[in-house]
């Protein structure tokens, strides 16, 4: 028969249940017990991010897994380090380059709302969030300065959306190789 390994399934139990918290409250416990203002809160929005890693690179590592060319390196007498190097990681870069991407840009406009809020990094570091926030007491007299910080937020999530597209659409004609 088939044998299953229960540490898969008890990992991805784990990283379901990781998935389940919200971001935003992860980043603002790393910030309270790692101390307010010193950015901790970067540690809360990157193990919140792991859940989608991994679900997307299991994804594409089990798709990849039930390709012909797996078995026929398997069947040549491959080793599994080799294929897995190969084949696996090479076929499976595109969809981590995408996730990658995506998620950059999720957590830069997370930080966004956390240096709005107050939660960010704290004066003197510059930080969108805290520029957009302070700028609305002089929206009035000059718009510009709620304007920029918001335009270069947008711009800057954008430009790594398609940095991630064009990666992607790069491997996948070049069969994974960079």
């Known amino acids: 028969g088939v044998q299953t390994c229960a540490l898969p399934i008890l990992l991805m139990r784990v990283i379901d249940a990781l998935a389940s918290v919200p971001a935003l409250l992860l980043a603002m416990v790393a910030e309270f017990i ?24 299991r994804a594409a590592v089990l798709e990849i897994m039930d390709r012909d060319y797996i078995e026929a390196s398997r069947a040549l007498g491959a080793k599994p380090l080799a294929t897995v190097m190969h084949h696996v990681l090479r076929n499976a870069a595109p969809s981590f380059f995408v996730q990658l991407a995506g998620t950059l840009a999720e957590m830069l406009v997370t930080c966004t709302v956390l240096g709005y809020l107050g939660i960010g990094v704290s004066p003197p570091m ?18 510009y300065l709620a ?19 064009g990666l992607r659409d790069s491997l996948t004609r070049n069969g994974g190789a960079l």
């Open 147 to 165: 304007l920029y910080p918001a335009l270069f937020i947008v711009v800057s999530a954008l430009s790594l959306h398609l940095i991630g597209n």
């Open 126 to 143: 510059p930080e969108w969030g805290t520029l957009f926030d302070t700028s609305k007491e002089y929206i009035r007299l000059n718009p």
């Open 34 to 57: 790692l101390g307010w203002g010193s950015g901790s809160f970067r540690y809360g929005l990157a193990i919140s991010g792991i859940p989608a890693f991994a679900k997307v690179m």
